[in-house]
């Protein structure tokens, strides 16, 4: 089987191999190099299309699906946790017998190292900035994990072999971790007036630190987005960061201020590339990618509007 005409209708992360690869599953390819600019080019792009592919940066909403009645499958070349984060409606692709497969796991390698990487600059001042007063080593510093999934999991390992004390917060509690690796589970309140360094590795559109939270964990402190957008409200943020002794690391823009105003200030730390991008990481999305449409064509164990 094969898809009729199967589009991409944005940049994908991962190599040309791969595209040439899925070739072999349509009688036509198309591949956008750039973003549509709203959802009549969206609709434009994907014309009669059986097959889409997206990455993470561009809506497939309901008025999208519902133009573009010939859809069969839509392929999500990112992170696919729930259909609240998702940057595709699901639930109305489903409702359109329309199958929605996504990726995990592909670029988590790339983001432990740049924690690793931020947090040992920062303690020790080999940049512009130094935490303290003095340079610190990782070593006995309370690190909490807020969102313990596989990112969250990765970088509690990175962090304790060099010596920090491990906290986390998640939605179920990982007793399994925390036997065999001496991590403590919190609550969120506990969590934030415990850790030194607060490392939120939550799903895109998750919202978990306010005004609230903020004096909870209170100053002195470093946090560390890894989430592809904010994991916090930007007012709240903004003023957490008045005060002196406080940084926020993350490697996009966006998982910061969309809007960009926090970013001028000097405890805004971001080093503006995406650190899940790699060529180890790219191989590794094109696989998967690859991997769903054979599992589609297949029907094996897809159903419409599955989450994989």
């Known amino acids: ?35 549509p600019g709203d959802n009549e080019e969206i609709i434009g792009r994907i014309g009669d299309a059986d097959g889409v592919l997206v990455s993470y940066t561009t809506p497939i909403d309901k008025e999208v699906i519902a133009a573009c009645p010939n859809i069969r499958y839509i392929g999500m070349c990112c992170s696919l946790y729930s259909p609240e984060s998702a940057n595709v409606d699901i639930r109305f692709a489903a409702q359109r017998n329309i199958t929605v497969l996504g990726v995990r796991d592909y670029g988590d390698e790339g983001v432990v190292e740049y924690v ?3 947090l040992v600059r920062l303690l020790h001042g080999f940049g512009p900035r130094m935490w303290r007063q003095e340079p610190v080593e990782l070593t006995g510093l309370a690190v909490g994990i807020a969102g313990m999934g596989t990112t969250g999991t990765m ?3 990175g962090l304790s072999f060099f010596g920090a004390d491990i906290y986390y917060y998640s939605r179920s509690r990982k007793e399994a971790l925390e036997q065999a690796q001496g991590y403590t589970y919190l609550t969120l309140d506990e969590l934030l007036a415990k850790s030194d360094i607060l490392c939120t590795c939550l799903n895109k559109n998750v919202i978990l ?8 964990f209170g100053n002195g402190k470093i946090l560390v987005n890894t989430s592809i957008g904010p994991s916090h409200e930007t007012e709240a943020l ?4 008045q005060a002196p002794g406080n940084y926020i690391l993350s490697d996009t823009a966006a998982a910061i201020d969309p809007s960009g105003r926090i970013l001028d200030l000097p405890n805004a730390v971001c080093v503006q590339k995406t650190a899940g991008v790699t060529a180890q990481a790219r191989e590794r999305l094109g696989q998967k990618v690859i991997d769903n449409i054979r599992s589609f064509f297949s029907g094996q164990s897809v159903t419409a509007g ?3």
């Open 1 to 35: 089987m094969m898809f009729r005409k199967l589009v991409a209708i944005e940049p994908l992360n991962f190599t040309d191999t791969y595209k040439e690869k899925l070739k072999d599953f349509a009688d036509q390819t198309e591949f956008y190099e750039d973003r």
């Open 238 to 241: 903004e003023a957490w960061l």
């Open 116 to 118: 690793v990487s931020e």
């Open 209 to 216: 630190l306010g005004e609230r939270e903020f004096k909870l």
């Open 306 to 308: 599955r989450i994989v």
């Open 155 to 157: 970088i509690a390992k």
